[in-house]
């Protein structure tokens, strides 16, 4: 796929709660697998250094804590946009 010169033919709809939950999801995954040091680890990529290839641990960490945080204000204005703002009720005689 080629790289777009500007977003005039872009187009797509809300996340839904589900999916931005299913994105969190996924982060907190890559975030346990990172600190595991696992093989399914959320870095897929390393740098090339004078030791070999390296990555920065402690950037990748926070860029997964910035991405988590920015989906899970997402999520809070989505379920506010939901929930009435006024509940009303009328007791029975």
């Given at each position: 796929?080629?790289?777009?010169?500007d977003?005039s033919?872009?187009?797509?709809?809300?996340?839904t709660?589900?999916?931005?939950?299913?994105?969190?999801?996924?982060?907190d995954?890559?975030?346990?697998?990172?600190?595991?040091?696992?093989?399914?680890?959320?870095?897929?990529?390393?740098?090339?250094?004078?030791?070999?290839?390296t990555?920065?641990?402690g950037?990748?960490?926070?860029?997964?804590?910035?991405?988590?945080?920015?989906?899970?204000?997402?999520?809070?204005?989505?379920?506010?946009?939901?929930?009435?703002?006024?509940?009303?009720?009328?007791?029975?005689?």
């Amino acid at each position: 796929m080629s790289d777009l010169t500007d977003l005039s033919n872009i187009s797509g709809t809300e996340l839904t709660a589900e999916q931005i939950q299913g994105i969190l999801n996924q982060i907190d995954l890559d975030i346990t697998n990172l600190l595991r040091d696992g093989k399914l680890s959320a870095l897929k990529y390393a740098v090339a250094g004078n030791a070999g290839a390296t990555a920065d641990r402690g950037a990748n960490l926070l860029a997964l804590l910035q991405a988590r945080s920015t989906y899970e204000k997402l999520l809070r204005e989505q379920q506010q946009r939901e929930t009435p703002d006024w509940i009303l009720s009328q007791a029975e005689e």
